[in-house]
C-alpha cells in the first residue's frame, strides 16, 4: 500500500516570498509522483510530474519539485510567489509501470495563502 | 473541446434518496475514475474503469455503484444517501495506454449534501 503525507496543511507566505510546500510518501514500489492545484471551486489541475531521469522536475507557473529517493520526499518550491498562487496543493503517488491502472494515492491537502 | 463534463454541479438529496451523478469525457481515454473529496482529507478513489464494461472498487466504494458502458460515460450512482455521503465528488481520466503518462484530467466537480 502506498500513503502520501502532505506535512503542512496550511501555508500563509507574502506576496513575492519563496515557498516550500512538503510532501512525503511511502511506497514499497517504484513510483511515478504528481503535484496538483486546485483553485477554489474548480477541478484539479496538473503542476507537475516526475516519471523517471532527472530528479529536478519543473512544472507550470514557475514551479519546481524535486525527487528525493532516499528521504522518499517530493517537495515543490517557488522562487516567488504572487496573489494568484492561493490555492490548494495536493501531491499524489501511483504504481510504476503498468500494474496500478493509474490510480492516484492524494496526500490530504496544503493550503496556500499568499498575503499581499 | 469540453475534456471532462460531470453534471450536476451541485445537488441536495434527502436522507434515503437516490441519485446519479453524471460524467462524460471526449478525451477518448480509456480509464476513468471517481474520487470524492472532504476537507482534509485529500481525494479518495471510490471506483474505477480501465475500459468499456469493466469496473473495479477503490478504496471508499461502500454505498455507490458505477457501471461503464461506453469509453465516454462512466456514471456514478448512489442508491440510499447517507449524511456520510456529503462531498465533493470528481470524476477523472487518464491515458495509461501506449505513451500515457498517468496524469488525471478532472472535471469540475458535483458537490452533493445529504440532509
Known amino acids: 500500500a502506498q500513503s502520501v503525507t502532505q506535512l503542512d496543511s496550511q501555508v500563509p507566505v507574502f506576496e513575492e516570498a519563496p515557498v516550500e510546500l512538503r510532501c512525503n510518501y511511502s511506497?514499497?514500489?517504484?513510483?511515478?509522483l504528481f503535484w496538483y492545484v486546485q483553485y477554489p471551486n474548480q477541478g484539479l489541475q496538473l503542476l507537475l510530474k516526475?516519471?523517471?531521469?532527472?530528479?529536478l522536475v519543473k512544472g507550470i507557473n514557475g514551479f519546481e519539485a524535486e525527487f528525493n529517493k532516499s528521504q522518499t520526499s517530493f517537495h515543490l518550491r517557488k522562487p516567488s510567489v504572487h496573489i494568484s498562487d492561493t490555492a490548494e496543493y495536493f501531491c499524489?503517488?501511483?504504481?510504476?509501470?503498468?500494474?496500478?491502472?493509474?490510480?492516484?494515492?492524494f496526500g490530504q491537502g496544503t493550503i496556500l495563502t499568499v498575503h499581499p | 473541446n469540453a475534456g471532462v463534463t460531470q453534471t450536476p454541479k451541485f445537488r441536495i438529496l434527502k436522507i434515503g434518496q437516490s441519485m446519479t451523478l453524471q460524467c462524460a469525457q471526449d478525451?477518448?481515454?480509456?480509464?476513468m475514475y471517481w474520487y470524492r473529496q472532504d476537507p482534509g482529507m485529500g481525494l479518495k478513489l471510490i471506483y474505477y474503469?480501465?475500459?468499456?464494461?469493466?469496473?473495479d472498487k477503490g478504496e471508499v466504494p461502500n454505498g455507490y455503484n458505477v457501471s461503464r458502458s461506453t469509453t465516454e460515460d462512466f456514471p456514478l450512482r448512489l442508491e440510499l444517501a447517507a449524511p456520510s455521503q456529503t462531498s465533493v465528488y470528481f470524476c477523472?481520466?487518464?491515458?495509461?495506454?501506449?505513451?500515457?503518462?498517468?496524469?488525471?484530467?478532472f472535471g469540475e466537480g458535483s458537490r452533493l449534501t445529504v440532509l
Open positions: 516526475y516519471l523517471s531521469g532527472s530528479t
Open positions: 474503469s480501465v475500459g468499456a464494461g469493466i469496473t
Open positions: 499524489a503517488v501511483s504504481t510504476a509501470g503498468g500494474t496500478s491502472y493509474g490510480k492516484l494515492t
Open positions: 511506497s514499497s514500489v517504484s513510483v511515478y
Open positions: 477523472a481520466t487518464s491515458n495509461r495506454g501506449r505513451g500515457g503518462t498517468g496524469e488525471l484530467f
Open positions: 478525451m477518448n481515454h480509456n480509464y
